[in-house]
């Protein structure tokens, strides 16, 4: 329960630097210099909220009881629905079929690969820890 409300809070303050920080970005780079009270809210919210299923689902990694399939369908499985209702329902990703399908592609393709690298990061770690132990006395 610790470890769960300290990602949370984790998650959520980097969910809030984020839309603060992209907020920003919009008013220094963009044509927009006065900012919309109530869609700032509602992105700012959905970015904290983002946040927090980002940084709380990898915790299904730890459940020893689960194969690495098993963690890993639970785990893509619940961000991908968390975020895709979150980016339809607030309008990062527009509801017509060509904006839907790339943004699922780009979703598949940056999971793969964060997962991959994660993968391989750690079958290295465990291979070297391993090794560690052939050598202790």
């Given at each position: 329960m610790?470890?769960f ?7 959520i ?14 008013i ?32 299904f ?77």
């Amino acid at each position: 329960m610790k470890t769960f409300l300290f990602r949370s809070f984790i998650g959520i303050f980097f969910g809030a630097f984020l839309a603060v920080l992209m907020t920003y970005s919009i008013i220094l780079f963009g044509d927009i210099r006065v900012v919309d009270g109530d869609l700032f809210i509602r992105h700012s919210l959905g970015s904290m909220f983002c946040g927090w299923f980002f940084s709380v689902t990898p915790l299904f990694f730890e459940i020893s009881r689960l194969t690495l399939l098993q963690q890993t369908l639970l785990h893509f499985g619940t961000v991908f629905l968390l975020y895709f209702v979150l980016s339809f329902g607030i309008g990062w990703v527009p509801l017509d079929f060509t904006s839907a399908l790339i943004a699922i592609l780009l979703f598949l393709t940056i999971y793969l690969l964060i997962w991959t690298g994660f993968y391989i990061y750690f079958k290295a770690e465990s291979k070297k820890l391993n090794e560690d132990l052939k050598h202790l006395p």
